[in-house]
């Protein structure tokens, strides 16, 4: 391992990278559509949960764009999903509610999350960086006990800008250093997410390492692994 510096920075996303988010969402999703019959009556599951996930991908890029607060994205993530269904919408709060009070219960590490942040940490300085919800995020921590590897979580709700905007990715920087670490030698950063981990990392001068288990094609060539067991032969890699 180098040190000062030139130790590398091995920053990981958490949800549907470290922590299985789609899998936790699909299951409290099955949880609530069972909870309220009389709202989803006439409703398959998977018209309930591709129509709140069709409704919130853009509530939370105008949640990352500032035109909407989080109080808004809140109420709005199944007020909207509702109204296009033709439901009583004005029941979304107790339906909110009621999910994140089970997201939780669901919650799963990805296979092999553990054993490259175990790799990570015998390479370099390791740490987090994630847009969502503070108290979400850090439960998930809290979990999995993820401190055990990661020196340094960035989270966007704390720094005020979201992935792929590169204040984030410089918030990282600098908790590196503060932290002994350095910061002016390899950055690498490891996400699902090719529109948001992949372009903001690389616009902020860090490399990109992109998990794509479903192995769609990337707009671009990027660095790629099927399974997170792969990371740590990326991160050896210079």
Known sequence: MTDGLWRPLLFFDLDDTLVDHRGAEEGAQRETFERYPDLVEGV????????YRAKNRPLWDAYGRGEITRQVLQHRRFFDPLEALGREASRADEVGDFYFSRYRVHWRLNEGAEEALEAASGLG??????????????????????????????????????????????????????????????????????????????????????????????????????????????????
Do not use: C
């Not at 670490?181 to 490399?207: I, K, L, P, T």
């Open 125 to 238: 300085f390791v740490g987090l960086l994630s847009n969502g919800f503070i108290e979400q995020k850090k439960g998930k921590i809290a979990r999995f006990r993820l401190d055990r590897w990661a020196k340094a979580v960035i989270l966007s709700e704390e720094v005020g800008a979201m992935k792929p905007d590169r204040r984030i990715f410089d918030a990282a920087v600098e908790a590196a250093r503060l932290a002994g670490a350095g910061g002016d030698g390899r950055r690498v950063y490891v996400g699902d997410s090719y529109a948001h981990d992949v372009v903001g990392a690389r616009a902020a001068g860090w490399e990109a390492i992109l998990f794509n288990p479903s192995d769609g094609p990337p707009p671009e060539p990027v660095s790629e692994v099927r399974t997170l067991r792969e990371v740590a032969a990326l991160l050896e890699g210079e």
């Open 44 to 51: 398959s599951f998977d018209e309930w949960l591709s129509t």
